[in-house]
């Protein structure tokens, strides 16, 4: 990133009177008028940006979702937050997830912290007095958790517990691990649980605290750019089923996630890639200025530049939170956020959880739902060109591979048993119009699917 693409930074006093004007100007307006504001430019320089979404009728009678249109601006503000907590220092930003009910949470973001930033920011979210630090067998090692455990162990009554690493472990049976932890230690209802790793340890640790006692708080410290920049945010939670991928869960929101992109220092150069198929899917459904950005600086993040890293975490959080905010439950506008994911899980399913890591198979997903979107007239084949080029550039894969068991058969039983099917029949993502635009509708054409997934799996083991 160079000097010209760095996020601008205001003053406290600028950021006051920015503030009250913006304030004023809210209160004149009918509420009809309102839209949230989030993001950044392809410049680098934060910019303001308003969620378009509109909700037709296809002609199937299926509900069409659209989102598009973001215009972008703002700054790299103190917010209320990071002025109470942060002491005015510019280490890290705060992003809100605004919700109702109170349950309003902060994602901190940033570099290195402080032990008493630390201790502040998390025991500010701790509502009782024990808590659980959950990780797995990898993360463990490195230090992290026994960091987390000294700095609270003054504060709270800590506990730990360490899961086995991978996909293949995220099973109601790992699930009850953590349980049977929670009841040996009589954690009460105030109890407070940590996640500590990445997405399979967020989702969960999610679920884990959502059925305990019937609910307890949580809090998210992912270590992943998969986690940091998707999964620990929205409240999704879960465990894989034999039949499907997350198809046991819930909703479960956390107290505040906690993001120290210092420990992506640690992250294997596989998993830093695969994480970023993540960001750039916001890119693609509603972030056009975002996409562009990582084509021109996609290096910066593989070499783990903080500055480049701070900001796509950054972005794609801003993202996530103001789609949350929109549809907290995924009735509509969230769901465009699984774009390549149906195609995704059903080659995660398909090849054996643990064969491809999660961002792995959403990038090859990515890579079918728009060449379906194509193939059916809904992008121009620019836009296709320019997906491929910059998943390729992240060093994601874009096919399958020759050994790969999977065949239209495989695809089709895993993709009906989808998440998003709804009265029997199968909703994708998919790109519509230009960069920044897609569609979550029922109403495409199943000839192209078919063809698409046909010529994927065409030179794969699973058809021979």
């Not at 320089?45 to 378009?52: A, D, E, G, I, M």
């Not at 455990?149 to 360490?162: I, S």
Request: charged share 20%.
């Amino acid at each position: 990133m160079t000097k010209q693409q760095q996020p601008t930074t205001f003053c406290v006093t600028q950021v006051r009177a920015l503030v009250f004007v913006a304030s004023c100007l809210l209160l004149s307006m009918p509420s009809s008028a309102f839209s949230f504001h989030v993001g950044g430019s392809s410049t680098g320089v934060p910019s303001s940006v308003s969620l378009s979404r509109s909700t037709s009728k296809s002609s199937s009678g299926t509900n069409l979702v659209s989102t598009s249109q973001l215009e972008m601006t703002a700054t790299n503000e103190a917010s209320a937050d990071q002025q109470q907590v942060g002491n005015g220092n510019e280490n890290y930003d705060v992003v809100r997830v605004d919700l109702t009910d109170g349950r309003d949470y902060p994602i901190y973001i940033g570099t290195s912290y402080t032990d008493e930033q630390i201790t502040e920011m998390l025991t500010s979210h701790i509502r009782g007095k024990q808590v659980l630090i959950i990780t797995n067998d990898r993360i463990a090692p490195m230090g992290y958790l026994e960091k987390y455990e000294k700095l609270l162990a003054p504060h709270r009554e800590v506990h730990t517990l360490v899961l086995p690493d991978g996909e293949s472990k995220k099973t109601l049976e790992t699930l009850q691990l953590i349980l049977d932890k929670a009841l040996t230690e009589t954690l009460d209802r105030k109890c407070t649980f940590i996640a500590l790793g990445g997405g399979v340890i967020g989702d969960m640790v999610g679920f884990a605290a959502a059925v305990y006692q019937r609910g307890v708080d949580f809090i998210q410290i992912p270590t992943t750019v998969m986690a940091m920049t998707d999964s620990s945010v929205g409240g999704k939670t879960g465990v894989n089923h034999p039949l499907g991928k997350n198809m046991v869960g819930a909703f479960h929101q956390p107290q505040c996630v906690f993001i120290d992109t210092d420990s992506l220092n640690t992250l294997p150069d596989r998993e830093l890639q695969s994480g970023i198929a993540e960001i750039i899917k916001y890119g693609l459904i509603r972030d056009s200025d975002l996409f562009q950005w990582l084509e021109e600086n996609m290096a910066k993040i593989l070499e783990r530049d903080p500055i480049a890293t701070r900001y796509a975490v950054k972005r794609s959080c801003e993202n996530k939170a103001e789609v949350v905010k929109a549809d907290e439950k995924e009735a509509g506008v969230r769901a465009t956020l699984n774009l390549g994911h149906t195609f995704g899980h059903a080659i995660e399913s398909g090849s054996g959880y643990g064969t491809w890591l999660h961002g792995e198979a959403v990038a090859i997903g990515t890579a079918m739902a728009t060449t379906m979107s194509a193939e059916m007239g809904w992008i121009e084949i620019d836009l296709v060109e320019r997906t491929y080029k910059l998943l390729e550039k992240a060093k994601l894969p874009v096919e399958l591979p020759l050994d790969s068991p999977m065949n239209r058969d495989i695809f089709l039983k895993y993709m009906s048993a989808d998440k998003k099917v709804a009265n029997g029949q199968l909703r994708l993502i998919l790109l519509k119009g230009p960069l920044g635009n897609c569609v979550f509708t029922g109403d495409f054409d199943e000839k192209a699917m078919v063809s698409t997934i046909d010529e994927f799996v065409a030179e794969c083991a699973g058809v021979q």
